[in-house]
Each structure stands twice: as structure tokens, then as C-alpha cells.
């Protein structure tokens, strides 16, 4: 099984940053791509982020490309995003998900809880 849980949202202030930490405590080892969407109040949940198992195909949205980095450590089963200059637009509940090919909301084969980031004066 595969269960994934996110950590590491909060508060910033825009032009600020926050690490998000996924791990897979399910004790199956995630062999597929790894990806973070993001779903904004009164919004769908949209593509963030993916990195496949060996790490060398990655993809942006291109609202964050240049401001987050996405990173994957296959002997810990996680992921991680690196969000720098954050903005209030930025603000969401972020949630890790796995799939065979690319990601998208049909093709995710499992979520994370999400996590809060709130990027605010």
C-alpha cells in the first residue's frame, strides 16, 4: 500500500520560503513519478510539480518555474518541494501524488492529506 503524508506548510510572508516534505509510510516503495499539486480556495486542483523515479525528467507549471524546485531521495521514499519567493498567489493546500506516466488529476493512482501554505502580509 502506499500512503502518502505530507508536512512542512505554514505561514509566509510573500517573498518568502517554505520547504514541503512527503513521505511514503505505506512500506511500499514508490517506483512511479512523484508530483505536488495545489488546490486554492474556490479553485480545481492544478499541476505543480513531478519528478519521474530515476529524477532526470522533471516539469514545472509555468506559474512557479524559477521559484520552486522539486527533489526526490529514493532511499527515504519522499519528496520535496523548495518554494522561494513565494507570493499570495501561491497560497493553497499542496498534496503529493504518484502515477506511472504524467500526472494529472486523472491519472494520479494516490494522494497525500495536503498540506497548508499560506503566503500573506
Known amino acids: 500500500q502506499v500512503h502518502l503524508v505530507e508536512s512542512g506548510g505554514g505561514f509566509s510572508q510573500p517573498g518568502g520560503s517554505l520547504s514541503l516534505s512527503c513521505v511514503n509510510t505505506g512500506g511500499t516503495i514508490v517506483t512511479s513519478t512523484m508530483s505536488w499539486f495545489r488546490q486554492a480556495p474556490g479553485k480545481e486542483r492544478e499541476f505543480v510539480a513531478s519528478m519521474d523515479w530515476i529524477g532526470e525528467n522533471l516539469d514545472y507549471a509555468a506559474s512557479v518555474k524559477g521559484r520552486f524546485t522539486i527533489a526526490r531521495d529514493r532511499a527515504k521514499n519522499a519528496v520535496y518541494l523548495f518554494m522561494n519567493f513565494l507570493k499570495p498567489e501561491d497560497t493553497a493546500v499542496y498534496y503529493c501524488?504518484?502515477?506511472?506516466?504524467?500526472?494529472?488529476?486523472?491519472?494520479?493512482?494516490?494522494w497525500g492529506q495536503g498540506t497548508q501554505v499560506t503566503v500573506s502580509s
Open positions: 501524488a504518484t502515477s506511472v506516466g504524467k500526472p494529472t488529476i486523472a491519472t494520479v493512482a494516490a
